[in-house]
């Protein structure tokens, strides 16, 4: 594979910039070993998963990669703010044995004390004794995020998140083209820590272009949905195929039904648009919506699922391999960045 340098590549020693962003309820660890066998770096989402899930997932990431008891694991764990305050609190706190794995790196999101969470890790990485520093990504939606991000917690990598993006974020973010730069210029020259841009990505084009806007690397969700490895059913698959552009829409209306309220303010989720949407425009009363989602999932219909999704889900329509969509996604980007300097010839 021909490799595309960064300060992303050079922090977490990979030949491509490409990564596979945490996604509880689509993503595996499996998927992220595959994502680093690529040439990429995966995130494991961490979800609702106990501590002794996550265990497991870490020692089997480190034996399909043949990683030494003891050295680093190449792969990065992806954890929910909100959901942390709960575990953390609990008798089966998840971060202390996440990080005795020695994971590469720790992402955070969504949470309102984002910044305890960066000190205690911090003050873990402090306490080793063989030298390993956790790599810490948080998710940013906005220049103030981002000022506080790298400058009251010193997080290491910035995730700039726009609107365009699959799941949970910010529900006033900035569209990436125009978050990126936003946040770059917020900063005095070199002092911005490395931006992995993150919202409506799906075509190796788009990873070329974000590069040359300033990003270091790119995360990637809804895209590996497309895959025979995403743990998303059959009919969600079957939706994303024949979703076209347009087919999504951001709102509380999903984790309402779905039982996954805790977002901080000014957060919800992207989507497929589908009856449960249509439910809440009706102004249903949540009991009501909860029957019909409870009485569509009885029957098996693919209309009322909560299917967490991007606005890329109109470029794509097909399930493959995640290795051969990795590896489309890294040449295509090369491919891109080559035309981007033939403009110059
Ligand atoms: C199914 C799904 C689940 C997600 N779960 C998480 C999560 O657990 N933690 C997190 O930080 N972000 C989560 N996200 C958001 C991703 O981090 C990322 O920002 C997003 O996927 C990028 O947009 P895209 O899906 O259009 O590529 C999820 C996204 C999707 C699509
Ligand atoms: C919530 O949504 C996810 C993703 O569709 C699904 O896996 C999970 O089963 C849902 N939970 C409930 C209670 O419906």
């Known amino acids: 594979m021909e490799r595309i340098t960064t300060p992303i590549t050079e922090l977490l020693g990979v030949p491509s910039p490409i990564i596979l962003a945490p996604m509880a309820f689509g993503a595996t660890a499996e998927m992220s070993t595959i994502v680093y066998q690529a040439g990429g770096f995966g995130m494991i989402p961490a979800g609702f998963d106990s501590s002794a899930q996550l265990k497991e997932y870490l020692t089997t990431a480190r034996k399909s990669l043949s990683i030494a008891e003891g050295a680093a694991i190449p792969v990065g764990v992806g954890f929910i703010g909100w959901i942390l305050d709960k575990t953390e609190a609990s008798p089966d706190p998840r971060l202390p044995t996440v990080l005795a794995q020695r994971p590469a790196a720790i992402w955070l999101a969504f949470g309102a004390s984002l910044g305890r969470y960066v000190a205690q890790i911090r003050e873990f990485d402090a306490q080793r004794t063989d030298g390993h520093r956790t790599l810490i990504f948080t998710i940013v939606n906005d220049v103030e995020g981002a000022l506080r991000a790298a400058g009251e917690w010193g997080v290491d990598v910035l995730v700039a998140q726009g ?183």
């Open 163 to 345: 609107i365009e993006a699959g799941g949970h974020g910010g529900s006033e973010a900035l569209p990436l083209l125009s978050l990126v730069p936003a946040i770059r210029a917020a900063f005095p020259p070199g002092t911005c820590p490395p931006i992995v841009a993150a919202g409506g990505v799906s075509t190796g084009a788009q990873i070329g272009a974000l590069l040359v806007l300033g990003a270091s690397g790119v995360a990637l969700g809804t895209r590996f949905l497309y895959t025979h490895e995403s743990c998303y059913t059959k009919e969600m698959k079957e939706v994303l195929v024949a979703a076209t552009w347009g087919a999504t829409t951001r709102g509380l209306m999903f984790d309402e039904v779905n039982g996954t309220m805790g977002w901080p303010p000014k957060h919800n989720g992207r989507a497929i648009a589908n009856k449960i949407v249509q439910d809440w425009e009706a102004g249903l009363g949540l009991g009501a919506r909860l029957e019909r989602f409870e009485e569509s999932k009885g029957r098996g219909e693919k209309d009322r699922l909560v299917i967490w999704a991007g606005v890329g889900v109109g470029m794509t329509d097909e399930i493959r391999a995640l290795k051969d969509v990795f590896e489309e996604l890294h040449s295509d980007a090369v491919k891109a960045l080559r035309v981007s300097s033939s403009l110059l010839a």
